[in-house]
């Protein structure tokens, strides 16, 4: 009688054994025997939380696991990357393993928890650590471009050092480099042939007319993808500087109160000190000539003039040990009655005028003005 044996499986024949047992076991054979030191990557952003499109093959001395995040050697520098496969087969890196690199052991980051503040201060030392050392080895930053492209399109990294007073140092990922553009490469290149086309052709007939005409309808959209192009180019860029200029507006404030209550003080005394010198002056003339009138009638004084004293003249320069701050003219102008001014002063309100024009399409006369024509070419796609 076969002696039975019992496992996870159930009841066996011992002198055959589990079946199910054995295939698990040479499974597990081959899987180990499949098993490479070899793995694949994607790089991980530090500004954008994101990673990069493309993955890059790596060597490894630890074994690691899909979603481990490690530390990998990224040209003269380091990054922070995350495995997405492992044991990768040696058939697929043979045509350049000798150039494919190896994440030593002790590479996993471990990440604690980080709140909101903590995480974004700690992504800005970072990346500020990362340029710092950078510089010190006189890279710029454009030069140092990341190997899955990120500067492919003239991406550049912009630290915004912004003042302290309750402003957070603002990172920002902007395009500086059109010209490195791939794209804008190729619409260059197109534009350039179609400016040939467009100086060699000869217009003579309507069948002419044709060709001329879908080339144009590629000029124009050409050009509207290039003017789309620039605006993303320089949207990012504008809107970093209105952040920029309306921070500082907004620091700059007391600043500006201050300088124009203390100008306007300052002008103010001047004035009213010159209004009562000017007041004491006419006075003591008034008195004068009236002791004048006086002695002319009787050849005498009945008694003594009694000037005012007059103040003294406030001075135009104020000039202390911190500095000197000076009166100037400041010549201004206001409109009292139009109908007198020049007409060489006077300018046509070209706002209003425009406007008025196109919607008549001809039709309004408006004395003094030309109105006419200039047909321009449109296109419809």
């Known amino acids: 009688m076969a002696e039975i044996g019992h496992c996870k499986h159930g009841e066996f024949n011992l002198a055959e054994g589990c079946i199910q047992c054995v295939n698990e076991r040479m499974a597990e054979q081959l899987k180990e025997k499949l098993k490479t030191n070899i793995v694949k990557v994607k790089y991980f952003s530090e500004t954008t939380g994101g990673l990069s499109a493309r993955e890059y093959t790596y060597f490894t001395e630890d074994r690691l696991n899909v979603d481990d995040i490690v530390t990998v050697t990224v040209r003269d520098t380091t990054a922070k990357a995350k495995v997405c496969a492992v044991d990768i087969p040696e058939t697929e890196i043979e045509a350049f393993k000798d150039k494919v690199k190896t994440i030593p052991t002790g590479s996993i980051v471990v990440d604690k928890p980080h709140t909101t503040e903590e995480l974004s201060q700690f992504q800005i030392e970072a990346i500020a650590n990362d340029i710092e050392e950078r510089r010190a080895r006189g890279i710029r930053p454009e030069q140092d471009e990341m190997e899955d492209g990120l500067n492919s399109e003239g991406l550049t990294l912009v630290i915004d050092e912004a003042p302290k007073a309750g402003f957070d140092n603002q990172i920002a990922l902007v395009k500086v480099k059109p010209s490195e553009d791939v794209q804008v490469q190729s619409w ?58 309306d921070a500082f507006k907004i620091l700059s404030e007391p600043i500006e109160i201050a300088d124009k209550v203390t100008s306007q003080k300052m002008l ?36 003594s003039v009694n000037l005012v004293e007059v103040i003294q003249e406030v001075p135009t320069t104020i000039k202390t040990e911190v500095g000197t701050t000076g009166q100037r003219d400041n010549w201004k102008w206001e409109v009292q009655d139009i109908n007198q001014v020049p ?25 003094g003005i030309r109105i006419f024509n200039e047909p321009i070419l449109a296109t419809r796609q």
């Open 188 to 245: 260059y290149n197109e534009a350039l042939g179609l400016q040939k086309y467009a100086e060699a052709r000869i217009i003579k007939t309507v069948e002419d007319l044709k060709p001329a005409n879908d080339d144009l309808v590629t000029i124009r959209r050409l050009r509207k993808a290039i003017e789309e192009k620039r605006k993303e180019y320089v949207k990012p860029l504008q809107d970093h500087v209105k952040s920029i200029n």
């Open 343 to 367: 007409r060489e002063y006077l300018v046509i309100n070209a706002g209003m005028l425009t406007p008025i024009v196109k919607a008549s399409k001809g039709k309004i006369v408006i004395p």
């Open 268 to 303: 103010a005394f001047t004035s009213e000190q010159d209004r009562i010198r000017s007041e004491q002056e006419r006075i003591n003339a008034e008195r004068i000539k009236l002791a004048q009138d006086e002695m002319e009638l009787n050849g005498e004084l009945t008694e």
